[in-house]
Structure formats: structure tokens, C-alpha cells
């Protein structure tokens, strides 16, 4: 889970955030950056997999545990 408690006081409904989840950051249309707590390692690569079942589907063809 994403989260920054500092981030609802900065931001204004129907903003547009751009999500950096290799640095960890929510950087809002204004450009005020927040970081968040990293992602865990296989959380990352199931969301860049396009999902849980596309992850196992890449992983498993490659033999990869």
C-alpha cells in the first residue's frame, strides 16, 4: 500500500499525482514531492508484471522461484 498522511493536506480533489515507485515518491501536479515506505521487492515486480497472475505466468515460464 501507497500512503502519506502529509499528502491529503497538499492536495486538492481531481489532482493528478504521478507515482514513482522506484524512488518512492507522489509528486503532485504542483510539483511537491512525498515519499512513501518502498515497496516490497516481489510487490514491485507483480505491479510491473501488469499484475499477480501475469507475474506468475512470466515467472513460472522461466523457471524462476
Do not use: S, W
Not at 511537491?32 to 507483480?46: A, H, S
Amino acid at each position: 500500500m501507497i500512503e502519506n498522511l502529509e499528502l491529503y493536506a497538499e492536495v486538492n480533489v481531481g489532482e493528478k499525482l504521478i507515482i514513482d515507485l522506484p524512488n518512492c515518491k507522489i509528486i503532485t501536479e504542483t510539483l511537491k514531492e512525498f515519499q512513501f515506505v518502498k515497496i516490497p521487492e516481489k510487490i514491485l515486480q507483480m505491479i510491473q508484471n501488469g499484475g499477480l497472475v501475469n507475474f506468475y505466468k512470466r515467472y513460472n515460464q522461466a523457471g524462476i522461484h
